[in-house]
């Protein structure tokens, strides 16, 4: 809500939209580089090797975020037709 606030849109209506949210990287979300690779290096081979599909333990897979903004478009194209539409978000980049 603070960064869509910075757009001084003062007429627009700001709601939050839980699909719309950072990647879960489960076990791996609190772990510095060097605790990832001394605790789960057989996991970052893994994410070598099928990055789109990688699912880090009790974490999603950039297959399963595309999936979650797949689902926000649906209803946004559903439930907005004919509205202007911002998405604010960060950390990390989404193209749509």
């Given amino acids: 809500m603070e960064t869509a606030a910075r757009l001084d849109l003062p007429a627009s209506q700001w709601f939050t939209e839980m699909l719309l949210r950072e990647r879960d990287w ?3 979300d609190l772990m510095s580089e060097e605790e990832r690779v001394n605790l789960l290096s057989d996991e ?3 994410l070598e090797l099928d990055p ?3 699912a880090p333990p009790s974490g999603e897979s950039m297959a399963d ?3 979650r903004i797949d689902r926000l478009i649906e ?3 559903r439930d907005c ?3 202007r539409v911002i998405l604010v978000c960060h950390s990390g980049r ?3």
């Fill in 75 to 77: 209803a946004l194209h």
């Fill in 81 to 83: 037709a004919g509205k």
């Fill in 52 to 54: 789109f599909y990688y």
């Fill in 94 to 96: 989404s193209w749509i």
């Fill in 26 to 28: 489960g076990s791996m």
């Fill in 44 to 46: 970052l081979q893994r």
């Fill in 65 to 67: 975020v595309a999936q």
